[in-house]
């Protein structure tokens, strides 16, 4: 099926009503009941996000597939009120705290710059700290927002960006205690025992908690850990597809470098190793690298992924 950017642009946004819900978003699929014709629209949007989204037209499809630009449309002036909302003290200053430390390389984000972006992005992080209380503000959101704000150039889509991901793709992440974070770091050690034994194996034998190793690839979604464009590459398919895909990046990496990783010989060498293949040509090279990801791994289904973090989720409850 072929379609121009402008037309897949204008199918996203059609299509977001249809994916709706008011409790939790689903990544674009071919449901019981949607038409033939739908179901090749839909697939057609998938191949076409996993090429890459071209910058000018980022925003507007993050805005579709999410879900976000339907959300906001249903909420007219609702960001805008949030921000008029009565002052929370210990949110503002856990947001202050971070303002200096999120993109201090960028000149955008820097206190001299005209227009300086920490505003916008104090903004965003108090709305959602207030629209989500259970969440609040946690280490880590700062960094996703700012770039959502670089790329869509608009305070309130951001916001809403920020919800679908904070509130429906990735649930828990950055909740007080973490779980949903928690449980997709052992729903991953479960999925490396699968598909790349010899790896978990090192680790077990070491010690090492993948949670030392891969907890920053999960809280910042690959920011400063990938170059930028791959950085976006992956969000593109993030959300599109939801959270599967961080799975398919992780294993992708530990993947291709399991020669390289199975090197190491002690508690810190592993550590270095995980840093070290974050590096290098094989991410830099984005196409590929996407690519990859979508043939690495193999089969990764969300039935699985599902299964894995209800009973993953259950041992650490079980834990305390």
């Not at 910042?220 to 593109?236: G, Y």
Request: with cysteine; proline share 3%; aromatic share 10%.
């Amino acid at each position: 099926m072929c379609m121009t950017y402008s037309a897949l642009v204008m199918t996203l946004i059609a299509l977001s009503s249809v994916r709706t819900c008011t409790v939790k978003l689903k990544p674009l699929s071919c449901e019981l009941g949607m038409s033939h014709f739908r179901c090749l629209q839909l697939n057609s949007v998938k191949r076409y996000i996993r090429k890459g989204v071209p910058l000018e037209h980022r925003a507007r499809v993050w805005m579709g597939v999410s879900g976000a630009q339907a959300q906001m449309e249903q909420n007219p002036g609702y960001y805008h009120r949030l921000l008029k909302e009565e002052r929370n003290d210990s949110l503002e200053e856990a947001i202050r705290t971070d303002m200096n430390r999120t993109f201090p390389e960028n000149v955008k984000f820097r206190k001299t710059a005209d227009p300086c972006l920490q505003k916008t992005l104090h903004n965003v992080l108090l709305a959602y700290g207030r629209h989500n209380q259970g969440v609040g503000y946690c280490q880590g959101m700062n960094f996703i927002a700012g770039y959502l704000i670089l790329i869509t150039k608009n305070e309130e889509e951001s916001f809403w960006l920020l919800d679908a991901l904070v509130g429906r793709i990735l649930p828990d992440y950055y909740s007080p205690a973490m779980l949903g974070l928690k449980t997709d770091q052992e729903v991953l050690g479960e999925l490396v025992r699968m598909k790349i034994p010899a790896v978990a194996e090192l680790m077990e034998g070491h010690g090492v908690l993948w949670t030392l190793v891969v907890s920053r690839w999960f809280i910042c979604l690959f920011i400063d850990i990938l170059p930028v464009e791959t950085v976006l590459r992956i969000w593109d398919c993030l959300f599109n597809e939801g959270s599967k895909i961080i799975f398919r990046v992780v294993l992708t990496l530990i993947k291709q470098h399991q020669a390289f990783i199975l090197e190491a010989t002690s508690f810190a060498d592993i550590c270095d190793k995980f840093k070290q293949i974050t590096k290098g040509n094989f991410v830099t090279e984005c196409h590929t690298f996407m690519q990859k990801i979508f043939s690495e791994p193999g089969s990764l289904s969300m039935t699985t992924i599902t299964k894995l973090r209800e009973s993953c989720r259950a041992k650490l409850l079980t834990q305390g």
